[in-house]
C-alpha cells in the first residue's frame, strides 16, 4: 500500500461509519479535512476537527505505520508541532510532538477493508510503468463530466503563463513590448530550446531590437551573437563573417551586456527547427512588423493574426539550415502548425494579461481561437489517445497537457473532477 491511498481516503471521507474513535478511544468528528500540502511539511493544512467535544484547528499527518512518525524524525521538527492529528493505517506506536505531547491517533484499518483499498487501487494504479494514475477508467468517463471540466483546465493553463508574464512585466517597469519580445522568442525557442531563446530576450533590450528593427541583417547579427553562435575563427563564409563583424559593432555601440547565453541546441531537432532558422524569422518578423506588440493587442481575427505572424528566414537560409554549409535551396517559411503554436503559447497569454489589466478581458474569444486551432501532436497527448481520450482542438489539447502535468503526475485525483467521478461517484 501506498500513502497516496491514505489520502484519497482522507480526503474524500470514506469512512463507513459517521462517528470515528482515536485509539485511544476518544470521538473524532472530521470537520474540514484541510488543505492538501505538496511541499515540506505535514500533508494537510488547517483541518478542522472535534476531538470529544473539543475543536481543534491545525494539520493533519499521514503515514502507514504510526511508527513512521519517529522514522521521519517528525518528533524533533517543529514545523510537526501544529499537528493535531495522525491519520495512519496500522498504529503500531504511540506519537509524540516536539514538546513530548501525545498526538491522537486515528486508524484507518479498523474501518476500512483490504477490499476497499483494492478496489480504489485498481481505480488509481499508482504503480510507475502506468501512464496515468487513471488510466484503465478513464476512456469510460463520459463528454457531459469531462466537457466542463476540459473549459477549465484550459482557462488555467492560459492563466498559468499569464501569471509568469505579470511578474517579467513588474521586473521591466510595465515593459509590455519586452515581455512579448521574451515570450515570442520562448514559444520560438519550443521546448529543446525554450529556455536559451528566453535568456536571450532577457538580456536583449528591447529598445536596441526596436532601433534596428529596419534591417533583419542587424537584429540576426545581435540574436546570434548573444546567443553566442558567432565565435566560431575557423569558418570563411562571407556571410558568417559580416555577421560577427557588425554584431561586435553593434555590441559596443548599445553597450550589450557581456554575458553569452548558453548556446542554443541543435541536436535531435529537425532542421526546420534549427536555432539558425528560427532566430532569422524572428528577425524578419520584427522587422516587417516593428510595432508588433500594438499588432498583436489590436488583431480581431485569428486569420489576421495567422497572416501577421507568418515569417521567413532571411534570404541566406534559403540554401543553408547551419553556418557554412550549403543545403537544397528551400524557403525557410512558418508551417501553420508552427504559427498556431506560437498563437496559442505567447498571443494568447499576453492578450489574456493585457486585456485583465485593462479590464475588457474577452475570454470567450480567446478560448474560441484555440477551438479553432489544430489539437497539438506530441507524447502526453498521444498517452490520452491511447486511452480513449481525444483531443479535437487546440482547446481540449492545451487543457490536456494541463491536466497531465498539474494534477496526473503530481497525483492530484481528488483536485480533479475525473479523480473525484472515478473513486466517489461524484
Known sequence: MRETILHFIWQGQRFPLPEL??????TINVIHTGRPNNLSGPDFLFAKVCLEDQEWVGHVEMHIKASDWY???HHKDPAYNNVILHVVWEADACITREDGSVIPTLALNRYISLDDIDTIQN??????HRSLPCERSIGGVSHELINPWIDDLFQNRLRQKARLMKKWLEGTTNNWEQVFFRILLKSFGL?????AFLRLGEIIPYKVVRKNSGNSFLLESIFFGMAGMLQRNDLTDPYYLELQKTFNFLKAKYGLSDEVCHKPEFFSLRPYNFPTIRLSQVANLYQRHPALFARVIEDTSLKSLRSLLKAQAGSYWDTHYNFGTRSSPTPKKMSSQFTDLIILNS???IRLLYETNRGCLDMERLTGWAKEIKAEKNKVLR??????????????SQALLHLYQQYCTKNKCLQCAVGKYLLYGK
Request: charged share 15%.
Open 383 to 396: 498517452i490520452f489517445s491511447i486511452l480513449g481520450v481525444h483531443a479535437i482542438n487546440a482547446h481540449e
Open 123 to 128: 481505480v488509481f494504479d499508482t504503480n510507475k
Open 71 to 73: 522514522k521521519h524524525q
Open 191 to 195: 521546448n529543446i530550446n525554450g529556455a
Open 21 to 26: 474513535r482515536s485509539t485511544k478511544g476518544h
Open 347 to 349: 498571443v494568447l497569454p
